[in-house]
């Protein structure tokens, strides 16, 4: 289990100083969840990012079904609901627990409050979670491209 004094070591809140991170811990809420609960659902309204202490969640997406297509399955240390930190728009996908989770929450306001207390702190973390934004995008454009070469590759033949 990462415990909130670890967190310093992970992606969103690296270069942190120790009296920045001392600040952004004390802005964390935490939170529980038990196995199988919906923690976000796509479409609604979102003001807060999830950091994972403890568990697993899956990433899923309605499809034109009303069936669910697992886009991620997220673990210990991954964070989820950064894009609510920045942009303020409806979630774009939702997130179930796969097992008892425990999660620390920063929320929208928590951001602001960064802002006003430590600019240098709250640039670090757009910083950061920007990286992992272009990361996940990344990530999204290679699957786009490698299914979309598979299927111009079996028209052609």
Known sequence: MIEPQDLQQHALFGGLSDVGMAFVQSLFKSSSYSSGDMI???????????????????????????????????????????????DIQTRSASVRALDDLEVLTLRHQDMYAIFEQDKDTFILILMNISREISRRLRKMDALVASSLYGKASSLAN
């Not at 994972?52 to 990433?59: A, L, R, S, T, W």
């Open 40 to 86: 976000v659902s796509e479409g609604e309204r979102g003001n807060r990012m999830f950091f994972i202490c403890c568990g697993n969640v899956e990433v899923i997406k309605k499809g034109p079904s009303n069936s669910y297509t697992r886009l991620a399955t997220l673990h210990e240390g991954n964070s989820f609901g950064e894009m609510e930190l920045i």
